[in-house]
């Protein structure tokens, strides 16, 4: 059984994690690949191809990307290279205290450029991505012609 985890599954986003694949074949390439929904309903996402060690494992830490959304060791490729499925849209956070940005980890078999709807993953995982950390008070600026926002640690 593929075993797909990020550890913290949940954290700030400015803040790295670590992605791990367990339980596939040696030398086997697969397709990981990241992707949310932003909160207009838009899709981003973002894909590496990577080939299984010795032991069956992929560490996008320590393992180079072979291609996809980048290639090379990026620890946190998955995440930094979101790209939107509608071209000129970007990726916001609006409600940065109220809720986070929930990014699904999948590993396919092979190389995969596209994913049909009727495709199962290997496996797969949930991360959530905070904006704002716990307690943190958010305090809104109106001074004159200034808008803004405070953020107040607890």
Do not use: N
């Not at 550890?7 to 700030?12: D, M, W």
């Not at 560490?59 to 979101?82: E, I, K, N, Q, R």
């Not at 609006?94 to 009727?118: H, K, M, N, W």
């Amino acid at each position: 059984m593929v075993e797909v985890t990020v550890t913290p599954r949940s954290s700030l986003a400015d803040r790295p994690v670590q992605l791990r694949v367990r339980g596939l074949s040696p030398s086997q390439l697969v397709t990981l690949r990241a992707w949310l929904k932003d909160e207009h309903g838009e899709c981003f996402q973002s894909r590496a191809f990577f080939c299984a060690d010795g032991s069956g494992e992929v560490d996008p830490g320590s393992h180079a990307a072979l291609g996809g959304s980048y290639s090379g060791v990026w620890p946190m490729g998955l995440f930094w290279f979101l790209q939107p499925d509608t071209l000129f849209r970007r990726l916001v956070k609006r409600d940065v205290a109220g809720s986070p940005f929930l990014v699904r980890l999948e590993v396919f078999d092979g190389v995969r450029l596209g994913t049909e709807p009727q495709e199962q993953p290997l496996g797969w995982c949930e991360a959530e991505r905070w904006y704002v950390g716990p307690g943190v008070q958010r305090v809104p600026i109106r001074e004159g012609r200034v808008r803004g926002a405070l953020f107040l640690p607890p």
